[in-house]
């Protein structure tokens, strides 16, 4: 059964009609039917509008699906002497899948806007977004799946605000379908993926810190995962990833105690980076696929190949920060697939005396050889965001820019 559901964190304005409200005359000018069915304060000067463009017979203005009656949202700002009139959303409610159970969940609080979807049949999905609404931006955004005859699940989240979110899924191996999972049996964080100019990627890499556009793990176990040794102060070490193109890694390794002369480069400072078949909880069953492991010298970038043997070495190029940093550009090899399309993962092996491996910090959940505990990338669009140095750092900045009567939340 299709229904709208509406939540209001603020007091509802009372219902009006187009031809009785200045503000959205010229919203609904040339189109019929048009009428208000909430208005809702939103913050000092601001209120959130609720349109309807149908009749209550169900006529739609220029909807091709009969079963679909339109809605919008509209941000109506008079903070100003002349009101800003802006799209939030447009929506129209068909069920959302062969259940017909479709819904929408729209909330109004001081200042924001949030929308959440749910639908499907068998398989199962929802999708929700937050929406600052002055200055006007798109703060977070996420998702979750489930299959109804398995335990198959995933939730994803992405905040624009901090640039950074993860994945947690779980999907049984063949052959075990029924059991009951974790919802979180995998889990890793985002890498970005921004594209960079040719002199960034060539030169311009070696000068600039990492910031916050990468993806930051570290010893404390908050950002990243410590899949070996126990958790401690985030102080101890700490790394940032983010790929600059489809095949060039960056990443930046802080520790505050790098460690020479050991015996093996496994028991001394280096980075690990698996690829892998990708994965994901769309899969029926897992099966087991291919992983490959390259092992990355932190003192002179040496590289090593580990698990899955792999028949190529990764390219490698070393940069010193200081005493306590060092940063790599690492690009795969051709003869591989692209990282972009697969799994990926990248693991800090912290050695404080060269003899052991004292503590693994990864950007997933990394499992030894299983292709599924691998992450994948987030690949960011210039119309969403950019990636630049300032400060000496690569920092993110957002690039979204919004028209009057496009939708922000183009679902």
């Not at 995962?225 to 930046?252: H, I, N, Q, Y």
């Not at 997933?364 to 992450?375: I, Y």
């Amino acid at each position: 059964m299709k229904r709208l559901l509406v939540l209001l964190a603020l007091l509802l304005a009372s219902p009006a009609t187009a031809g009785t409200d200045p503000d959205l005359e010229p919203i609904c000018k040339g189109r019929k039917p048009c009428r208000i069915t909430g208005s809702h304060p939103a913050g000092e000067g601001l209120r959130v509008v609720e349109l309807a463009l149908h009749d209550r017979s169900g006529q739609s203005w220029k909807e091709p699906d009969p079963n679909c009656a339109p809605y919008e949202y509209w941000l109506v700002d008079r903070r100003k002497a002349a009101p800003v009139r802006q799209l939030l959303v447009h929506l129209c409610n068909d069920g959302y899948g062969a259940r017909g159970m479709g819904e929408d969940h729209i909330e109004v609080a001081e200042g924001r806007f949030s929308l959440t979807q749910t639908g499907g049949s068998a398989w199962m999905w929802s999708r929700s977004a937050s929406v600052q609404l002055a200055p006007l931006r798109v703060t977070s955004e996420g998702s979750s799946g489930w299959w109804t005859l398995g335990s198959n699940t995933e939730d994803q989240t992405w905040s624009h605000a901090d640039f950074k979110g993860g994945v947690r899924w779980s999907a049984p191996d063949c052959g075990h379908e029924q059991d009951k999972l974790a919802p979180d049996r995998f889990a890793y964080g985002s890498i970005p993926l921004v594209e960079m100019d040719a002199a960034f990627r060539q030169s311009g890499w070696k000068s600039a810190r990492l910031g916050s556009c990468s993806l930051a793990a570290d010893s404390e176990g908050k950002n990243g995962f410590v899949t070996f040794g126990k958790p401690v102060g985030k102080a101890d070490a700490s790394f940032r990833a983010v790929f600059v193109s489809e095949r060039e890694l960056l990443v930046e390794v802080e520790d505050d105690r790098l460690v020479a002369g050991a015996r093996s480069w496994i028991v001394g400072d280096h980075l690990e980076v698996w690829l892998g078949d990708p994965k994901g909880y769309m899969d029926h069953c897992l099966e087991a696929g291919k992983a490959w492991q390259w092992g990355v010298d932190l003192l002179d970038g040496k590289v090593h190949t580990a698990f899955g043997d792999p028949s190529q070495l990764l390219a490698v190029e070393r940069e010193a920060v200081g005493s306590e940093a060092v940063r790599f550009k690492i690009t795969f090899p051709k003869a591989f697939p692209s990282p972009a399309a697969s799994g990926v993962a990248v693991v800090y092996s912290d050695s404080d005396d060269g003899k052991r491996q004292e503590r693994l910090i990864a950007s997933s959940r990394v499992a030894f050889g299983q292709a599924a505990s691998l992450g994948r990338l987030r690949a960011i669009p210039k119309s969403e965001a950019i990636c630049r140095v300032a400060g000496g750092r690569l920092q993110a900045h957002s690039t979204r820019r919004f028209t009057p009567d496009k939708p922000v939340l183009d679902w």
